[in-house]
């Protein structure tokens, strides 16, 4: 699956991205969410890039939804709020 922006998550991701967003004051409007391949294990998997401003965080995909608890640490350590979103 190629991902453009978040809305060609998967429903569940999508939905789990949005929920994670909003309990940390955050829109998904506010990320710029992208997805390419691993270039040091392309065969294996997708990298989600997630970009706020100048901060990004690349995030492999899998079945668990990973990823998704990867990104929420992410917002409770605070890494996307250190600079003003540009």
């Given amino acids: 699956m190629t991902i453009?922006?978040?809305?060609?998550?998967?429903?569940?991701?999508?939905?789990?991205?949005?929920?994670?967003?909003?309990r940390h004051g955050f829109a998904p409007i506010h990320f710029d969410v992208s997805g390419e391949a691993d270039p040091d294990d392309p065969e294996h998997g997708e990298l989600l890039i997630v970009r706020r401003g100048?901060?990004?965080?690349?995030?492999?995909?899998?079945?668990?939804?990973?990823?998704l608890r990867q990104f929420e640490t992410d917002l409770n350590g605070r890494f996307f709020s250190r600079a003003p979103y540009a």
């Fill in 54 to 67: 100048a901060w990004a965080q690349a995030y492999r995909i899998d079945a668990r939804g990973q990823w």
């Fill in 4 to 22: 453009h922006t978040y809305t060609d998550l998967p429903l569940v991701d999508r939905a789990a991205f949005e929920l994670a967003c909003a």
